[in-house]
Nanobody, 123 residues
Framework: QLQLVESGGNLVQPGKSLTLSCVAS????????IGWFRQAPGKEREGVAC????????DYEDSVKGRFTISRDNAKTTVYLQADNLKPEDTARYYC????????????????WGQGTQITVSS
């Protein structure tokens, strides 16, 4: 069983940056694809970024391409989401998720979820 804990969310002004962390505890972390998702009030949850087991493949939702970067450090069982040039529309609760069979597909199965961390972008 894998447990995921997100951190790094905050209230920031537009144009600023944040780094989110997703720390995993449990065996075989390097066997899981990891995804970042977000959900704003009144909106459906959407995939933001995902990374394959060894970090060789990444994918991003169109609105964050060029601004967000996902990376992982398997030795530290941690996945990061570097969010640059934040916009008010990035305001949401951000969750990380893990699955041992997912090949970095947002719409696929994501078995383990964290509790989320809040990003609020406002001037």
């Amino acid at each position: 069983q894998l447990q995921l804990v997100e951190s790094g969310g905050n209230l920031v002004q537009p144009g600023k940056s944040l780094t989110l962390s997703c720390v995993a505890s449990g065996p075989y972390f390097d066997g899981y694809a990891i995804g970042w998702f977000r959900q704003a009030p009144g909106k459906e949850r959407e995939g933001v970024a995902c990374i394959s087991t060894r970090g060789l493949h990444t994918d991003y939702e169109d609105s964050v391409k060029g601004r967000f970067t996902i990376s992982r450090d398997n030795a530290k069982t941690t996945v990061y989401l570097q969010a640059d040039n934040l916009k008010p529309e990035d305001t949401a609760r951000y969750y990380c998720a893990a699955d041992p069979l997912n090949t970095c597909q947002f719409g696929g199965s994501w078995y383990y979820w964290g509790q989320g961390t809040q990003i609020t972008v406002s001037s």
